[in-house]
């Protein structure tokens, strides 16, 4: 008899109606009813045990749950994932950790899957990735060895005026340095800027942009006239490939959050206020998952280098020829004019032979391109 044909209460009554008839020794009952002969003892001893009703199945649910989380501590999580709505349950956990280290606070993954119920979860679309080659960027594993810089894409702020965020990173401890409100995009605020940050924190090694202005520019070795201030200096400018923006993808990653947390302020004032919040949150409170959950605050310690102030003399080898640069961009080179770049206008270049009458040319030690044999214009150097 096909044990699936009734219900299973069905037949267990008559299996046990059958065995109470005499009938029927429990291997024939087992035969008859398709089940193994312990089920057959199974149920024989739950009616002799009680009524019928016990032949019921048993639930298996446990009667304790030691996994269940409090409904104080749920509460906690969802308070701290309102307060911060864009975070994820790795960074809400750690943040209540550090805030309350007596309470044994769930796993990040029990966390999420508790949000993800009460709807609080905010579901990513994930882009599919193209692989490329990338230029190898220099190793930064310590603060001050690369900054970062870019301006965040500009937005309209509720006066309906246009907002451009400047931002500047440290590489290796992530923490940000500079989030200013600017008008517009122009050389002299954002050297004012950094003017204010090599005060600060003393200067990196390098600075690391991509090749828009004011960083870059179309001419000669891609130079503008604040990469020329950074070389003056003994800092290295150094830039992404176009189109590459992941070869700069700490400092994108952190746009990202601006992007999905930075409120829309009335005018630059305000907007500022709202941009030194969130650097503020970014660098001290927020956990940072790359960062073994630490702080960017935890880890940055101010540079050696010292900002002088003004702008060193600069010294070539006595083998290398110095020409002045001119107002127009060009240099006099063997009676003739060679155009250079006007980034830099009032500039001692150097000249160095590196074949018969070939010469690659450096500002201080920065090569910015190499003028062949019997040619009038400077080829770019590969920077």
């Known amino acids: 008899m096909p044990w699936n044909q009734e219900s299973p209460m069905d037949q267990r009554i008559k299996l046990v109606i059958d065995w109470l008839s005499g009938d029927f020794t429990k291997s024939q009952l087992a035969r008859r009813f398709g089940v193994s002969r312990p089920t057959v003892d199974k149920w024989i001893s739950r009616h002799v045990e009680g009524d019928l009703k016990s032949l019921a199945e048993v639930s298996r649910r446990p009667h304790t749950s030691p996994n269940k989380t409090d409904d104080?501590?749920?509460?906690?999580?969802?308070?701290?994932?309102?307060?911060?709505?864009?975070?994820?349950?790795?960074?809400?956990?750690?943040l209540l950790r550090i805030d309350d280290?007596?309470?044994?606070?769930?796993?990040?993954?029990?966390?999420?899957?508790?949000?993800?119920?009460?709807?609080?979860?905010?579901?990513?679309?994930?882009?599919?990735?193209?692989?490329?080659?990338?230029?190898?960027?220099?190793?930064?594993?310590?603060?001050?060895?690369t900054w970062c810089a870019d301006y965040k894409g500009q937005f309209k702020m509720l006066n309906a005026q246009m907002c451009y965020p400047l931002t500047v990173t440290d590489h290796a401890s992530r923490l940000i340095l500079?989030?200013?409100?600017?008008?517009?995009?122009?050389?002299?605020?954002?050297?004012?800027?950094?003017?204010?940050?090599?005060?600060?924190?003393?200067?990196?090694?390098?600075?690391?942009?991509?090749?828009?202005?004011?960083?870059?520019?179309?001419?000669?070795?891609?130079?503008?006239?604040?990469?020329?201030w950074w070389i003056r200096l003994g800092i290295y400018p150094e830039r992404t490939m176009p189109g590459r923006p992941a070869q700069n993808g700490r400092h994108e990653r952190m746009h990202r959050s601006l992007k999905?947390?930075?409120?829309?302020?009335?005018?630059?004032?305000?907007?500022?206020?709202?941009?030194?919040?969130?650097?503020?949150?970014?660098?001290?409170?927020r956990p940072h998952e790359a960062l073994g959950m630490k702080r960017p605050g935890d880890l940055y310690v101010p540079s050696t280098r010292a900002y002088p102030g003004c702008l060193p003399?600069?010294?070539?080898?006595?083998?290398?020829?110095?020409?002045?640069?001119?107002?127009?961009?060009?240099?006099?080179?063997?009676?003739?004019?060679?155009?250079?770049?006007e980034a830099l206008s009032g500039e001692r270049?150097?000249?160095?032979?590196?074949?018969?009458?070939?010469?690659?040319?450096?500002?201080?030690?920065?090569?910015?391109?190499?003028?062949?044999?019997?040619?009038n214009r400077v080829q770019a150097s590969n920077v």
């Open 349 to 375: 270049i150097g000249l160095k032979e590196v074949e018969d009458d070939v010469w690659d040319l450096y500002l201080c030690d920065y090569p910015l391109g190499r003028l062949g044999r019997g040619m």
């Open 101 to 145: 280290p007596s309470v044994a606070w769930p796993s990040p993954s029990t966390a999420g899957q508790w949000l993800d119920r009460f709807g609080l979860v905010n579901k990513r679309r994930f882009k599919r990735r193209y692989s490329s080659v990338h230029r190898v960027m220099r190793e930064a594993n310590e603060p001050n060895k």
């Open 178 to 228: 500079a989030c200013r409100a600017h008008p517009k995009i122009m050389t002299q605020p954002v050297k004012q800027a950094f003017e204010r940050l090599f005060q600060e924190y003393g200067m990196p090694e390098v600075i690391r942009s991509d090749n828009g202005v004011p960083f870059a520019s179309p001419g000669l070795a891609r130079m503008s006239t604040l990469a020329v």
């Open 260 to 285: 999905l947390e930075l409120p829309l302020g009335e005018n630059l004032i305000e907007q500022q206020l709202l941009l030194e919040h969130f650097r503020h949150e970014f660098n001290y409170i």
């Open 72 to 94: 104080e501590i749920l509460a906690r999580i969802v308070a701290m994932k309102e307060a911060h709505n864009k975070w994820g349950p790795k960074k809400l956990v750690e």
């Open 313 to 341: 003399d600069v010294e070539y080898a006595a083998e290398m020829e110095v020409r002045s640069v001119r107002q127009n961009g060009s240099i006099m080179w063997k009676g003739k004019l060679v155009f250079v770049s």
